[in-house]
């Protein structure tokens, strides 16, 4: 990749969008309002916006390793907590994908040094639903499952936050689990229930 022409596209860019409103950038440094955040993978196949078609101000976007939630983890968790608290968005999504490659490394026993924490909390996803992904006999199967339940596993890290359980309580904010197909491009809602799973962990995780 030339360097050089990523800064020839940033002019074409802001060009073309003069073009069509010449307050675009004076109206764009206002301020953000956005709906959604969107917590998804750091892979570079997989664009956020351009997937969701949203405009720059509508999604407030945090991007990692296999779109993980780990409570230990302080750049999601204040990406959660300014969200959620201050920007009051009104729907958590966490998006993962298909061929996923933090999800297959975390299947496999290799050594991959600093990697390892955070890969563990997919082998714990693992270990979690062993039974049901290990009567799976075909391996990519399994693989694709093991991305629907780790999406699952997300998005009871983001219910057991306080700044969520708190939103929920006095405004009704909603939490989604997608899936991006990257053979097809379709977005996939896994249709979680997160008021039930709610429900389910309130005895242990409710957060005054």
């Known amino acids: ?5 990523i800064f020839e596209n940033n002019r074409a860019w802001i060009q ?4 069509l409103d010449p307050e675009y950038f004076n109206n764009l440094s206002k301020g953000q309002n956005p ?7 750091a892979d570079s196949r997989v664009t956020a ?26 750049s999601v968790m204040s990406v959660l907590e300014y969200a959620v608290t201050h920007l009051r968005v009104n729907h958590v999504v966490v998006c993962g ?8 490394a975390a299947m496999q026993s290799t050594d991959l040094g600093i990697l390892n ?13 062993q ?3 290990n009567a799976i006999e075909d391996d990519t199967r399994r693989y694709m499952r093991l991305v629907e339940l780790n999406v699952q596993e997300q998005c009871v890290n983001v219910l ?42 309130r005895e242990i995780y409710h957060l005054d």
């Open 160 to 201: 057991k936050t306080a700044a969520v359980q708190r939103a929920y309580r006095t405004r009704g904010i909603t939490v989604h689990g997608w899936v991006f197909d990257i053979e097809s491009g379709r977005l996939i809602d896994l249709e979680i229930d997160f008021r039930s799973i709610l429900d389910k962990i």
């Open 97 to 104: 994908h298909y061929f996923c490659g933090g999800v297959l």
């Open 16 to 19: 073309s969008k003069l073009e």
């Open 35 to 41: 709906e959604i955040l969107y917590i998804g993978c």
């Open 117 to 129: 924490p955070w890969l563990r909390n997919i082998r714990d996803v693992y270990r979690l639903h």
């Open 49 to 74: 916006e351009e997937l969701m078609g949203v405009k720059p101000g509508e999604a407030f976007i945090h991007r990692n390793i296999a779109n993980m939630v780990p409570n230990t983890d302080l």
């Open 1 to 5: 990749m030339n360097i050089e022409q």
């Open 131 to 133: 039974k049901e992904l």
